[in-house]
């Protein structure tokens, strides 16, 4: 046990599941990319979600999240004050002003694959400078993580990392929500709160791979669980936003497996 975390709960991936990670994570950037550029005012979410699913399947991979505890939809398509998890519905259209995240998973390849995970925050249209902001800092902070990750840190640095940023820039982050492992399952060990102490926690081992995803909220930290069942809201209506990486730990450092190759 370190800090209360039992390390053999934590998977070490094989260089074999690493590289399926790494090809079901160039599908997923791939199908975020294509799905941003199609999020304009007026079109639905559902229509998104539809592109989306059929993104993934054509290259061989299949949606993670779609069936995973009931949720219904390939995309998690939160807008404005929803923080996480909102399914795309059908006649949800998106409107000028609009901030949306896109959160994904994809499983590659489709029998015994493993997964990988990793959202986006954009503009719909024009939006207000603070909005804009918001998104900015929320993935600057995943980006500080993601540079501190290699072996022989402390998870809590990573979470410390987070929410020193965020509220340097006098917004908040999420703490009812947390990131994760992910590889064998959509969810595993440990769990990464965005906010934390240094020196706390799991210390980072090669081969873990974590889903990193600071989720910030424009006002109080505060969340609720809306009538959907599904849909995690600010409780204040405030803009939230949200990045999401599932980062590799390597031997000299990390790699973001959710990334296009350049």
Not at 64 to 72: D, N, V
Not at 94 to 119: F, H, N, Q, T
Not at 136 to 160: C, E, H, M, N, Q
Not at 192 to 215: D, S
Request: net charge positive; with cysteine; hydrophobic share 40%.
């Amino acid at each position: 046990m370190v800090n209360g975390v039992n390390l053999f709960m934590i998977i070490i991936k094989t260089n074999k599941e690493i590289e399926f990670m790494r090809q079901g994570g160039r599908i997923l950037a791939r199908v975020l990319k294509l799905v941003a550029e199609r999020a304009r005012p007026g079109v639905g979410t559902k229509e998104l979600d539809e592109f989306a699913e059929s993104e993934i399947r054509k290259a061989g991979g299949q949606p993670a999240f779609k069936g995973y505890r009931g949720f219904p939809s390939t995309l998690c398509t939160s807008i404005n004050s929803e923080v996480v998890h909102a399914p795309a519905i059908p006649d949800r259209k998106l409107k000028e002003g609009d901030i949306l995240s896109l959160d994904a998973g994809v499983r590659y390849p489709v029998k015994k694959g493993m997964v990988v995970d990793a959202a986006i925050t954009l503009p719909v249209g024009k939006v207000s400078h603070k909005a804009k902001r918001l998104i900015k800092v929320t993935k600057k902070s995943l980006d500080l993580a993601i540079k501190k990750i290699r072996p022989g840190i402390y998870l809590g640095d990573i979470s410390f990392t987070i929410q020193n940023f965020v509220e340097k820039n006098n917004f908040n982050v999420i703490r009812e929500l947390v990131g994760h492992g992910v590889g064998r399952r959509v969810h595993e060990e440990p769990q990464i709160p965005n906010y934390g102490l240094k020196k706390t926690g799991p210390i980072l081992q090669p081969g873990m791979t974590l889903a990193i995803e600071p989720m910030v909220a424009m006002g109080d930290f505060s969340v609720m669980l809306d009538k959907d069942k599904q849909t995690f809201k600010t409780k204040d209506g405030s803009l939230s936003a949200h990045f999401e990486h599932t980062v590799l730990v390597t031997e000299k450092g990390s790699e973001v497996l959710t990334c296009m190759p350049s």
